[in-house]
């Protein structure tokens, strides 16, 4: 059975609490133990897919086709432990199927309440599916005290009350604001949100101060004495330069000491850091830099692509270099000559999207990297895009595009290079589609496997011959058209087991040119940088040697 470690938070929003929760997963395994990882958010969408990434950030995508908290990626990125889909709960899910359970009558004509109903349903969420580690960390999405979030918190002390004290503790996140004009940390907001955390029944066991200066003994004793908690088991957390950094950071701090004190585990095994000074070191001593345009639609978050962000940074580690990318608005490109844009840069990636904005912009990025031989990834769209970009220009379909954003105009003619997907195989089912679908969960989505073409670019790369890569995506690159764009050079080295599916296109007379229908920066870890953006980035690191 699973120890429970429950992360709140407190005082403001946005302290890092997905972040602490993944290092403390990545110190735990450096212990030798099992971890995973949750995430319950109390907003009421059902699930983030539908949500705009300028709203809430990336849609992370689970080998199991769930639409998940970009935590979700955090979590993955520092333990390596792939989620799954009981691993992402909102309320609207929660009262979802509380609803559907009275409509089918299961509740046997109860009056169906909060407590008990909604608290039993989230009771069952956090342990369903997660027998198979030493520790289960949960982290609630939002700040205590808000009123969505009340049933959770309510829920999980309920948990912690119906086992015995040694399988749950609490862990809490706070701030210390430092107040210049008297030169001070203050604790009073700590302390009133632990106050608001007693209120509700729940005593946190460990306490993290996100702080930007250090925090004296004395400050730490009164935190301990006011919050009630040990004074090992004030964590303070500084910002830090790298995301990275963390794992070591709290590990100074002594989370994971006292986290294993916590639940009285003694003696406590000594902590392997090794994969985490490698990191350290790569980060602090890159021997070069390589500049990356990111051409998308949303630039303006940076949320929006944080996998893809993340990815690009690992590929750096894997090189020795540091990434330094810029994002650049698609749009801008439908206006202007990219040329002097691009030029700058030694490699150029454009990542997925939705809806027709920005696309004739990223289109003509993929023709200024094909025609000035600049490293070029494109995903999803970008590659989409990249198709589009080669019908049109080289294989004489002058009026070539896509039903996303082609189709919608009634009488127009176009050909359609990408089409809307209706139907496809997915282990030994047929899943059919049609363009009046629901929005949510009805695209393709989660772990496809594809096979490679002997001798292309993309096997070498890989090494194999067939991988397994996420996707998230309505529409598609139509096989229809593959010997006439292949006769142009651009070849299709990936595909579905069936043939059907395009999903890796790469030029033959480019030094580096792939676009990918999935997302392979969702399966990237800073100790083990994904091959594709490994690659990209040595490429890069090639053009930078060049200039
Ligand atoms: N909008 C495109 C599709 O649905 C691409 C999706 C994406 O980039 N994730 O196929």
């Known amino acids: 059975m699973a120890r429970f470690i429950f992360i709140t938070g407190g005082v403001v929003s946005s302290l890092g609490k997905g972040l602490a929760s993944a290092a403390l997963g990545a110190l735990l395994q450096a212990r030798g133990f099992t971890v995973r990882l949750r995430k319950l958010d109390p907003y009421l969408n059902v699930d983030p897919g539908t949500m705009s990434p300028f709203e809430h950030g990336e849609v992370f995508v689970t080998d199991d086709g769930a639409e998940t908290d970009l935590d979700l990626g955090h979590y993955e990125r520092f333990t390596g432990v792939s989620a799954r889909r009981a691993d992402s709960v909102s309320s609207g899910r929660i009262y979802s199927n509380v609803l559907e359970k009275e409509r089918r009558g299961e509740y046997l004509g109860k009056t169906i309440q909060v407590i008990p109903h909604v608290t039993d349903e989230i009771k069952e969420w956090i342990s369903a599916d997660g027998n198979d580690s030493d520790f289960m960390l949960c982290e609630i999405g939002g700040t205590v005290g808000d009123i969505e979030g009340l049933p ?30 008297s030169g001070e940390l203050k604790t009073k907001p700590t302390q009133h949100s632990v106050k608001e955390l007693r209120m509700i029944g729940l005593q946190p066991d460990i306490l993290v ?45 002594g989370l994971d000491q006292a986290v294993l004190d916590a639940f009285r585990i003694n003696p406590v095994p000594k902590p392997n850091l090794t994969r985490w000074v490698d990191i350290e070191d790569r980060i602090h001593n890159a021997e070069g830099e ?73 289109i003509k990025a993929a023709e200024f990297a094909r025609l000035h031989k600049v490293p070029y990834l494109g995903i999803c769209l970008g590659m989409q895009t990249a198709v589009i970009e080669a019908a049109r220009n080289l294989a004489g379909m002058k009026d070539a595009g896509s039903e996303e954003f082609d189709g919608g105009t009634e009488g127009k003619s176009f050909t359609p290079v990408v089409y809307h997907l209706k139907e496809w195989i997915k282990g030994n089912e047929r899943i059919e589609r049609s363009v009046d679908d629901a929005k949510g969960g009805t695209m393709r989505l989660g772990s496809y496997r594809a096979t490679l073409t002997e001798g292309s670019r993309a096997a070498s790369i890989y090494g194999c011959s067939s991988i397994d890569e996420r996707h998230r995506h309505r529409y598609e690159v139509n ?65 930078s040697r060049l200039v």
């Open 209 to 253: 101060c996100r702080s930007e200066t250090p925090i004296p003994d004395k400050e730490k004793a009164k935190i301990a004495l006011f919050c009630d908690v040990r004074p090992e088991a004030v964590i303070p957390a500084y910002d830090l330069k790298s995301i990275y950094e963390a794992p070591m950071a709290y590990h100074a701090a």
């Open 152 to 181: 959770f918190f309510e829920a999980i002390r309920q948990f912690a009350q119906d086992r015995p004290p040694e399988e749950c503790i609490f862990m809490h996140l706070t701030l210390l604001p430092y107040i210049s004009a």
């Open 290 to 362: 390589v500049r990356v345009a990111i051409v998308g639609k949303y630039t303006l978050l940076e949320d929006a692509y944080k996998s893809i962000a993340e990815a690009l940074m690992h590929g750096g580690m894997a090189n020795r270099v540091s990434v330094n990318s810029d994002w650049i608005d698609a749009e801008i490109f439908e206006r202007e000559d990219p040329v002097p844009y691009l030029v700058p840069y030694q490699a150029i990636l454009v990542p997925g999207g939705f809806g027709e904005r920005g696309t004739e912009g990223k």
């Open 479 to 543: 096989v229809k058209y593959r010997k006439a764009l292949e006769k142009t050079g651009l070849r299709f080295s990936g595909n579905s087991p069936d043939g059907t599916l395009p999903e890796i296109v790469e030029w033959t007379d480019h030094p580096w040119f792939i676009g990918v229908q999935f997302h392979p920066e969702l399966k990237s870890r800073p100790f083990d940088p994904h091959p594709l953006f490994a690659d990209f980035i040595r490429a890069a690191k090639e053009m």
